[in-house]
C-alpha cells in the first residue's frame, strides 16, 4: 500500500521566472510506527526545525539553547544532539515527541558534536576553553573535560570508539585522545588552522583539512599493528579547504576548496592527490552517496549544488537552490537531497529520479522549506517509534 502525496514544484525557466505544477509523488507506507525526520540548527533563531521526510512538511519548530550550531543522531537511540554555541550546552531532543528532554552544560563556544557508533558517548570540543566535553549519553552527564590544544574546532571519534581525534585551529595541532583512558596520548604538529577531521571505517589513518595552508594533513593512528599516532604527509591541495567527505569505503576523501572553486580528490591508500577539478564557485560542503558513485556539492557562492559523478570522474549536473547553501545531507533511500540555504533560510529539496515525460533530467526541485534564520548544520534520523503517534 503506497500514499499518494501532491508537491507544488517551481520549475525554473528563461528570465528567472518559473511555473508551479502539481506532481504525485508515491510515498511508502511504512505503518504507525515509522518515523523519518531532518533535525536543523537555526543559529540565529535558537531553534531547531523539524522537517517530516515522509511529507516533506515542517513538524515542529524546538526552541533550544542560544545559537545552535551543530547537532547529531544517535544511530543506537532515538534522540538527536544540538550543540549551543551561545548558551554553552547541548540539547538533548527526544526523537519520537520532538521534544527537548534534558540539557547538559558543557565549556566555552562548542561549535559540534560527534557520537560513538555504540550510541554511548558525545564529545564536544570547547574553542573558547580549549578542552574537549566528554558526555555519557546514557546518564546524561559530563563524565570528563580534557586538555587539548588552543581553539579546538572539531573531534572526531573513531569508528571503532577507541580515538578521538581533535582539531586545534590555534596552535596548529591536533590531539589524539585515548577514549577508554580519556587522556590526550599524543600532539601532533600539522598545518595552519587545522579545521575538519575524517577519519577511515577502519580507524587506522585520519586527515585533517587546515584551510590556512591549502593543505590536507594524513595522520596515523595507534592501533594493535601501529605503535604510536603520527603524522603521515601534508598534502597540497586547493586554497581553504573547508571540508572533507570520505567515500563510505575510505578509498578516496574529497575535499572542497572554497577559495579555489575546486575540489581535490584524495587517494587515502597512498595519500597521494589524484584529480583537481573546478566544481563551482566556493564549494562549501560534499556528500558522496553509499554505493560510492556520485558526490553532491553545495556551492556557497553561485547558489547551486554540483552532481560529480565519481565513476567516470566528472561534474554530470549543476543544480540551482537557495541563497548560500552550505550543510548538505541525503534521505535514508538517497533518493532526496536536502541542502541549507544559510542566507535564505529555507531548505531545498531535490529529487533524484527515473526521467518522465515531460519532466526532463535526472534531478528535479521537488520544494523549498522555510526553517529559521541561518540554518547552519543538518541531521537525519529514520526509526520505529516505541509508541503510534497520538491521533
Request: glycine share 8%.
Amino acid at each position: 500500500m503506497r500514499k499518494i502525496l501532491f508537491i507544488a514544484v517551481l520549475i525554473p525557466i528563461l528570465g528567472g521566472m518559473g511555473w508551479w505544477y502539481f506532481r504525485e509523488q508515491a510515498l511508502p507506507d511504512y505503518g504507525p510506527a515509522y518515523r523519518e525526520y531532518a533535525y536543523v540548527s537555526n543559529g540565529k533563531s535558537n531553534t531547531v526545525s523539524v522537517i517530516d521526510l515522509r511529507t516533506f512538511a515542517l513538524a515542529k519548530t524546538i526552541p533550544v539553547g542560544s545559537n545552535p550550531t551543530g547537532v547529531a543522531a544517535n544511530k543506537k537511540k532515538n534522540e538527536i544532539y544540538v550543540v549551543n554555541s551561545g548558551s554553552n550546552n547541548v540539547s538533548v531532543i527526544n526523537a519520537e515527541t520532538n521534544t527537548v528532554v534534558a540539557t547538559i552544560g558543557v565549556h566555552g563556544r562548542p561549535y559540534f558534536i560527534d557520537v560513538s557508533e555504540d550510541g554511548k558517548h558525545a564529545y564536544v570540543a570547547n574553542s573558547g576553553s580549549s578542552n574537549v566535553s566528554v558526555i555519557d549519553l546514557e546518564k546524561r552527564i559530563v563524565i570528563g573535560n580534557i586538555r587539548v590544544g588552543a581553539s579546538p574546532g572539531m573531534a572526531r571519534v573513531s569508528p571503532d570508539g577507541s580515538t578521538i581525534v581533535v582539531s586545534n585551529r590555534g596552535d596548529n595541532t591536533v590531539s589524539v585522545i585515548d577514549a577508554k583512558l580519556l587522556r590526550v596520548r599524543a600532539t601532533i604538529p600539522v598545518c595552519l588552522q587545522p579545521e575538519e577531521v575524517a577519519i577511515l571505517p577502519d580507524s587506522t589513518k585520519a586527515f585533517v583539512a587546515c584551510s590556512g595552508s591549502a593543505q590536507v594533513a594524513s595522520i596515523a593512528l595507534q592501533t594493535s599493528t601501529q605503535k604510536s599516532d603520527r603524522l603521515l604527509a601534508l598534502l597540497d591541495v586547493g586554497r581553504t579547504p573547508v571540508s572533507l567527505a570520505l567515500k563510505p569505503d575510505g578509498g578516496e576523501l574529497i575535499v572542497c576548496n572554497f577559495d579555489s572553486d575546486s575540489i581535490s580528490i584524495i587517494e587515502t591508500g597512498n595519500d597521494e592527490v589524484g584529480n583537481s577539478l573546478e566544481i563551482g564557485q566556493h564549494p562549501s560542503r560534499g556528500v558522496v552517496t553509499f554505493d560510492n558513485s556520485r558526490l553532491y556539492v553545495t556551492n556557497f557562492g553561485s547558489n547551486s549544488v554540483a552532481v560529480y559523478d565519481i565513476d567516470i570522474g566528472r561534474r554530470i549536473d549543476t543544480l540551482t537552490v537557495g541563497s548560500r547553501p552550505d550543510a548538505i545531507a541525503l534521505t535514508p533511500d538517497e533518493n532526496y537531497i536536502l541542502v541549507l540555504d544559510t542566507q535564505s533560510g529555507d531548505v531545498t529539496v531535490i529529487q533524484k529520479r527515473k526521467p518522465r515525460k515531460l519532466e526532463p533530467g535526472e534531478y528535479a526541485l521537488m520544494t523549498l522549506i522555510p526553517v529559521g534564520m541561518q540554518p547552519n548544520a543538518i541531521a537525519v534520523k529514520a526509526f520505529l517509534a516505541s509508541k503510534p503517534a497520538a491521533k
